[in-house]
């Protein structure tokens, strides 16, 4: 089975920089997304990281490291349309396992 | 391209009732699941399809719950009879392939309220 853990809630101002952490126990592994879920919306993918390393898109970028069982959301720039609930979520055998979210909350 | 389709989208109903979910995925997609997602949580993975095959329904509460994939393409879920701890939001997704690299697409979801 899968164990994720991300912090429940995170605030930052406008124009700055904050990091979503996640943590991961799995029996199998082929994979690690990140969604974008504002409130009362479908989530949206975001990024996919299956090797260790930084993935960069645009003002978001995400990093994963296999033997530490962990991941980080980056967002740059901060804009408040980001505001919304972050998912990580571990692929491994056929399914994906979600974590509870983590809230970021953009301040002007 | 249209995307993941489900209806209705907000249900509200007593318990011990009945209600069922529609979804449509994207076209070509083989992979088809259905989440629940109660508030303040992730979506947890209720059922899985390969085409009209059901390759994953682990966490289905099946005195309660059922779906069915005919054609291989739209789907429903059912939940009779439903109690007060069902109320959330059911997604479904979709997705190429059941392989781990796939994203999955997700519709915009049904909001039950069962009271």
């Known amino acids: 089975g899968q164990n994720i853990d991300q912090p429940t809630e995170m605030t930052a101002t406008e124009g700055a920089i904050v990091q979503i952490n996640c943590t991961y126990q799995t029996s199998g592994f082929n994979g690690l997304f990140w969604y974008q879920q504002h409130a009362g919306e479908a989530p949206t993918f975001l990024s996919y990281n299956v090797l260790d390393g930084l993935e960069e898109k645009g003002r978001f970028s995400s990093f994963l490291s296999r033997s530490k069982g962990y991941s980080y959301l980056l967002l740059k720039e901060l804009q408040m349309k980001d505001s919304a609930s972050y998912l990580c979520a571990v692929s491994g055998d056929y399914k994906l396992s979600f974590g509870a979210g983590t809230t970021v909350t953009v301040r002007a | 391209e249209a995307g993941v389709a489900q209806s209705p989208r907000y249900k509200i109903i007593e318990k011990r009732q009945s209600v069922a979910f529609w979804c449509n995925p994207i076209?070509?997609?083989?992979?088809l699941y259905w989440y629940q997602q109660i508030l303040g949580q992730g979506p947890k993975l209720l059922i899985q399809f390969q085409n009209n095959g059901v390759v994953d329904d682990s966490q289905l509460p099946k005195d309660r719950f059922s779906a069915e994939r005919l054609k291989g393409v739209d789907s429903t879920l059912k939940i009779q009879p439903a109690k007060l701890e069902d109320s959330a939001v059911y997604l479904c997704?979709?997705?190429?392939?059941?392989?781990?690299?796939?994203?999955?697409?997700f519709g915009p979801g049904t909001r039950l309220t069962v009271t």
């Open positions: 076209s070509g997609h083989a992979t």
């Open positions: 997704a979709s997705s190429l392939s059941r392989q781990g690299a796939y994203e999955q697409y």
